[in-house]
């Protein structure tokens, strides 16, 4: 198991402590689990590492680092639509599932402290496995970043600095702090152990529901979950467990959206934008650095696109929480843009949408 720089094709060892390759290239993951099978699935083992027979684990770190996270449940809001409750999890986020396997790496390389720039579920959740682990974390967040969400990330102790300015110059700042003082980058788009851990996302709804729903709702600011879920489709098609890719709703907020117009004009890399102010916070994603290959995947697999319309994400937000569903604003989009989506193209029955944050971490 190695890193291979997706630019250039460098191959550089997991024990690394660079972010990325010189060229300028990510790091991918040269891993090829076995054929996904649920004989394999230790049933025993109450998080997502039950499925660690699948997952690129160096050693046994990660017992010492697990809080339970995963086996989040399915609940059926109507008809039509499935709801996966990944705010169901230790910080209240799905962000969790890559924390743990992501920080489980940290302390099977050794890494000592850690610097992370975030809209604030993500660095909550690498702030929380990285006091678990015992290993130091400064995480970055921009000015627009939720209170309560800055609020849990110093609580689990580590240092949050908060950036003035948009999400992707809070990137910036942090990833200044990497190349000056040569700083462990544990970030969710640079490292693809975090992949490692939102691929049991899939895993787990297959286990859950003997199969996979015919449409996916997932949001892509960075891709995260996105790119989790289709390498974990793509494991289960190979397999055999499932017999065609289901359709893939990737939700863009309308006030930043470059994948969705990327995707709309035919680019292979997202569209030029400037992002304006959402309350889908979690998804204002205006440069995707890994944009080329979430559209490389859109184009594969005939992902469709769709907004979150702005006007609906609170009237959506409400409309949840009067089914006891209390979600952040980004998690009502969601919903918000499966709406929309319906609008276009009718009815759409056997959907699965995520809940992937909390409502108490958005309350503004």
């Known amino acids: 198991m190695r890193f291979v720089c997706s630019e250039c094709g460098h191959i550089e060892e997991t024990t690394t402590l660079r972010p990325g390759c010189s060229c300028g290239g990510l790091w991918d993951l040269d891993f090829e689990p076995p054929a996904f099978d649920p004989a394999k699935i230790d049933r025993n083992e109450w998080s997502i590492f039950r499925y660690r027979a699948f997952m690129a684990l160096e050693d046994e770190s990660w017992r010492s680092v697990t ?20 705010y169901f999890m230790p910080t209240l986020s799905y962000k969790d599932r890559g924390a743990a396997v992501l920080i489980s790496h940290c302390k099977a390389i050794g890494v000592k402290s ?8 993500a660095g909550n959740a690498v702030a929380a496995y990285c006091a678990r682990a015992g290993i130091r974390c400064e995480i970055f967040v921009p000015e627009s970043t939720s209170p309560k969400k800055i609020d849990m990330i110093r609580a689990h102790g580590a240092v949050c600095t908060v950036v003035p300015g948009t999400r992707d110059h809070c990137a910036d700042v942090c990833r200044a702090k990497v190349r000056n003082e040569g ?15 939102t691929k049991t996302y899939i895993y787990e709804v297959y286990e859950q529901l003997g199969h ?11 891709g995260t979950l996105y790119l989790g879920a289709v390498h974990a489709l793509e494991e289960l098609l190979r397999a055999g467990v499932i ?11 309308e006030r930043c959206d470059p994948l969705l117009r990327a995707a709309g004009q035919g680019l292979d890399r997202p569209a030029e934008i400037t992002p304006r102010p959402t309350a889908a916070e979690g998804i204002a994603i205006g440069k995707p650095l890994r944009g080329r ?3 490389a995947y859109a184009r594969k697999y005939g992902v469709r696109f769709v907004h979150a319309p702005e006007e609906d994400i609170l009237p959506c937000r409400a409309e949840l929480a009067r089914a006891g569903i209390y979600v952040e604003h980004t998690t009502a989009a969601n919903y918000a843009a499966y709406r929309h989506y319906c609008r276009l193209y009718g009815p759409t029955p056997d959907t699965l949408i995520t809940m992937c944050g909390a409502g108490l971490k958005s309350d503004h």
């Open 243 to 253: 017999s065609r890719m289901p359709q893939i709703i990737a939700v863009q907020s």
């Open 67 to 86: 809080l339970g996270e995963g086996m989040t449940p399915v609940v059926r809001l109507n008809s039509d639509v499935l709801l996966k409750m990944d």
């Open 114 to 121: 850690v610097v992370q720039d975030s809209s604030g579920n």
């Open 183 to 197: 700083a462990y980058y544990a970030n969710h788009v640079f490292n693809p152990f975090f992949y490692e851990g």
């Open 293 to 295: 290959e979430i559209l």
């Open 212 to 222: 996979i729903p015919a449409n996916l709702v997932i949001p892509v600011g960075n």
